[in-house]
């Protein structure tokens, strides 16, 4: 492992929809990986199940002891005070790891310009990044927007929509441009970048290899999925409040995390810089690939 600077790592967020994934991907490329929950008692994945909470400074002295690099993959966007809490978390761990000698933390972050009116959920994403690293620890950010995986929050919204209705009824954001990326891509970047001197310290954005609006994005999924197209009718004013409402109606999305993404769906999140293929090398996944992996894994499920 020449050119890898990590032997043991620590996912945080293990049980959840990228963390499951991950965790069994590096025990696979020979890493020694502790798949850190607030319930490890419950954990029936690889690794070695460890228990932590990011709120809790006082328990991540032992998960983090004798890493070296350490996956942090948590978020509060079910949350109305998702900012303060996350900001509160991620100073926390970027604290605990540094005392305890971690060479990088890797982190997923969203999309977005820097001179964009960023929605409150790309801020604080935004704000994570610096905050995990305020004590010292060099973090390596993979920035990304929606990922298509079962399971995945953003892509459960699109799949549940396109089978609950017959038609819809959608605001202006749906002519945003966006580049979703498979999970097995994103993934693929993450282990790629773990323990890789030459990713500490930098942001890389990651996306598959087609700009979508989120109107091209449903009717790609209603095509795979149904076999025929969804009828949209796009009307001009659609306030985030009403469409969160909506969204909650019509899928088992919780309102407060609907208005969260929402007020994203504004801003266009698309890559500019394509430097990750540099240091992990490989051609990204098709949506429509990526959507029919989603749906088979669903229907396994």
Do not use: C
């Amino acid at each position: 492992m020449s050119d890898n600077a990590a032997t043991t790592v620590l996912v945080t967020g293990a049980t959840g929809f990228i963390g499951r994934r991950l965790v069994p991907e590096l025990v696979d490329r020979g890493l020694k990986v502790r798949a850190m929950t607030r319930r490890p008692e419950a954990y029936d994945g690889p690794g070695e199940a460890v228990g932590g909470d990011v709120h809790d400074r006082s328990s991540l002295s032992d998960p983090l002891a004798g890493v070296d690099a350490a996956v942090y993959l948590v978020h509060s966007l079910d949350d109305p005070d998702f900012e303060r809490k996350d900001a509160e978390a991620a100073r926390t761990f970027g604290r605990a790891a540094a005392a305890a000698g971690v060479k990088q933390i890797v982190y997923m972050g969203g999309l977005g310009a820097e001179d964009d009116d960023l929605s409150a959920h790309l801020r604080s994403r935004r704000e994570v990044e610096g905050l995990l690293g305020e004590a010292g620890v060099p973090v390596t950010v993979l920035r990304a927007a929606i990922v298509v995986g079962s399971g995945g929050i953003s892509w459960e919204l699109t799949r549940q929509l396109v089978k609950n209705l017959p038609a819809m009824v959608v605001p202006k954001w749906v002519s945003t441009r966006t580049q979703p990326v498979a999970v097995d891509d994103v993934i693929r970047y993450l282990a790629g970048v773990v323990g890789l001197q030459e990713a500490y310290g930098r942001t890389f954005e990651i996306g598959g290899p087609e700009e979508m609006t989120y109107l091209e994005m449903l009717q790609v999924a209603a095509e795979i999925s149904a076999g025929h197209r969804v009828p949209i009718v796009r009307v001009p004013v659609l306030t985030p409040r009403l469409s969160s409402y909506w969204l909650s109606l019509v899928t088992d999305v919780d309102v407060t995390t609907a208005r969260n993404l929402i007020d994203s769906m504004g801003t266009e999140v698309v890559v500019t810089d394509h430097s990750i293929r540099d240091l992990v090398p490989g051609e990204p996944m098709p949506y429509a690939e990526a959507v029919r992996r989603a749906l088979d894994e669903g229907g396994a499920r």
